[in-house]
């Protein structure tokens, strides 16, 4: 089931998100990776590596439909993955199949910084052996896949293993899910045949999505097995329907896992929530109040960090090109509930794509996720959070207790030059 936010995920925004007592000094953001193109889900490796995914920036290929949103997007292999290691950035894998998104007649911005929201890589992640699975999104029509695969794009609306070589070279391995097929098979939200997943956990040998483009939460196994977990329809917020659009999902210390809504386009600021669903249960809200959640990660201590793509929801999609800032924000949401804000609005995060807590316990984050050639990863360091009101947004906190380890290993923490 599609709509403009839950297709094309970054490309709705405006407004004011809430307000907060007392002044923040701003955290401080260490750029870690620059000159990247499109950046979104990023994680830690075995080898202390920490590793981005980056979307890319389409290309000059063969066009195919936006839904909904009167644009198209053009398809090229320009998408990779790039790690950073002592102090080294590079690209480890490259030449993988991305979209982004123009309008009608016109060519996609080539200028460093410009707009240019893409769809391809949007996550990876590391299996208890160490081996690296990355997640593709689609955002178009099932109807599209065949023309797709045969100029490069299988791997679009895919969950794909990779090897890495003696050489530390990287090759496609042999385990693959077509997600798409999925959507068009079981259809799980009965609307149209739309996915995109984006945000992707591995515990054991079972990965877990969060697919925005189906609103849909569902596992997967190494046999090729796929399982609904949970489906989030459509609600009424001040009279109008929302679709909850699920971006994000993390394991929390009690063996829960805690979903991120975006939300979908023009829904009220504040309307976004953190659901948290036991195994085999139904989800219930942890905590709300927020505005378009794009990532969700634990720290040692059991805090949640909560980040948000931008606290304006309400502004015209921006599909012509156009420069347009998305002040993101940051929040920790305390095991006893209470919240805080770590980054405040235009305290620099522009857009963000993905957050990961590092095994040093650091809060990293790809920030402007949707340009071309300025996308970067930063570091929160020495961050002043602010308590919120306790008049403010209310927190439903659950007890967050439980012996199972979050998804981070205790690998070599970064090292940076």
Not at 197 to 218: K, M, R, V
Not at 334 to 344: F, K, L, M, Q, Y
Not at 375 to 381: I, K, L, P, W
Request: hydrophobic share 40%.
């Amino acid at each position: 089931m599609g709509n403009q936010c839950s297709v094309t995920l970054f490309l709705s925004v405006a407004s004011t998100l809430m307000c907060f007592s007392g002044a923040a000094q701003a955290a401080s953001l260490t750029t870690i990776a620059s000159n990247l193109n499109n950046p979104r889900g990023i994680t830690f490796g075995p080898n202390g590596g920490l590793y981005i995914a980056e979307a890319g920036v389409g290309g000059n290929g063969i066009v195919v439909p936006a839904p909904e949103l009167n644009s198209i997007q053009t398809f090229g292999l320009s998408g990779s993955i790039t790690r950073v290691r002592d102090g080294v950035q590079e690209r480890v894998l490259t030449d993988l199949p991305s979209l982004a998104l123009i309008p009608e007649g016109a060519t996609p911005p080539e200028q460093a910084g410009a707009l240019l929201p893409a769809t391809g890589a949007h996550d990876i992640e590391f299996d208890q052996n160490g081996n690296p699975y990355v997640l593709f999104g689609y955002a178009t029509t099932t109807d599209q896949q065949d023309a797709l695969s045969a100029v490069g794009g299988d791997d679009l609306g895919s969950l794909t293993a990779f090897n890495i070589n003696e050489d530390d070279s990287w090759q496609r391995g042999e385990f693959s899910i077509d997600l798409v097929e999925f959507e068009e098979l079981d259809n799980p939200d009965d609307g149209a045949f739309l996915n995109n997943p984006f945000d992707l956990e591995i515990i054991g040998e079972t990965f877990y999505i969060a697919d925005p483009g189906g609103n849909n939460f569902y596992s997967a196994d190494l046999d090729g097995n796929v399982a609904l977990n949970a489906v989030f329809p459509p609600e009424m917020i001040e009279g109008t329907d929302f679709e909850r659009v699920p971006t994000s999902v993390a394991v929390g210390p009690d063996g829960a896992f805690y979903i991120g809504e975006l939300t979908g386009n023009f829904s009220p600021p504040g309307s976004a929530r953190v659901l948290r669903l036991l195994p085999g249960g139904e989800p219930e809200v942890f905590a709300e109040g927020f505005t378009q959640i794009i990532g969700l990660d634990f720290d040692s201590k059991e805090n949640l960090y909560v980040l948000e793509f931008s606290v304006n929801p309400d502004a015209p999609i921006p599909t012509d090109g156009s420069d347009q800032e998305f002040t993101g924000a940051l929040f920790k949401v305390a095991a006893d509930g209470n919240r805080s804000t770590v980054i405040g609005p235009n305290e620099g995060l522009v857009g963000p794509g993905g957050i990961t807590v590092g095994p040093d316990d650091a809060v990293y984050i790809s920030n402007f996720g949707t340009t071309v050639g300025t996308g970067q990863v930063v570091r929160v360091d020495a961050a002043a959070s602010v308590p919120e009101p306790s008049s403010a947004l209310a927190v439903l906190s659950v007890g967050m207790t439980g012996g199972i380890l979050l998804k981070r290993r205790k690998w070599t923490p970064l090292e940076t030059a």
